[in-house]
């Protein structure tokens, strides 16, 4: 992230690293925490134009499977991008993706998948299967568990308060604020 030059007092230049977008990611991740949502998010970022594309969790706020973070970014790019085709695009994601979201990816042509946690149950790029390495017409690059270790509290984190809160309710406790 930035920081000020102790000399110049100047901001120093901000590195667009891998971490960087992920940590991008994770924020969002935290806005879709904060309406109830599983935390996951993405971003969708350009070779040269920087992000492209974001996106959230909202599958319980639209009551539907299809709404996952990546296919919400990849939906944004190809809209601001004005077409399908994002093979200068990279996809950061804080969990690893489903087939269906895998997919989507093959499908929109992205470059290169970075994604945080791994979904053991779930997740299309090593863990349950790699689809990525299918003969598929489109092979995206893949750079696994960046700031994964972040995601995956992000993620216990918002399981763990949920628990609390059912077994709250269950023993008929009212909340302390
Ligand atoms: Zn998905």
Redesign the pocket.
């Known amino acids: 992230m930035a920081k000020t030059d102790e000399k110049s007092g100047c901001l120093q230049t901000l590195k667009f690293t891998d971490e960087f977008y992920m940590g991008l990611a994770m924020y969002l991740a935290s806005l879709a925490a904060n309406i109830g949502e599983v935390p996951?998010g993405a971003v969708v970022v350009h070779r040269t134009k920087g992000v492209v594309g974001t996106g959230i969790n909202r599958r319980e706020i639209l009551k539907n499977a299809l709404y996952?973070?990546?296919?919400e970014a990849i939906d944004s790019s190809c809209k601001t991008l004005g077409g399908w085709r994002l093979f200068e695009c990279d996809l950061y994601v804080t969990l690893e993706?489903?087939?269906?979201?895998?997919g989507?990816i093959i499908n929109s042509r992205i470059r290169r998948v970075i994604f945080g946690a791994y979904d053991v149950k779930?997740g299309a790029c090593s863990s349950v299967m790699s689809m990525f390495d299918m003969p598929f017409n489109h092979k995206p690059v893949l750079s696994p568990y960046i700031l994964g270790d972040k995601c995956s509290a992000q993620l216990s984190e918002f399981f763990k308060a949920l628990r609390k809160t059912k077994k709250r309710r269950r023993r008929y406790i009212p909340p302390t604020e």
Do not use: D, L, S
């Open positions: 996951v996952h973070a990546e296919i993706p489903c087939p269906m979201c895998a989507a779930g």
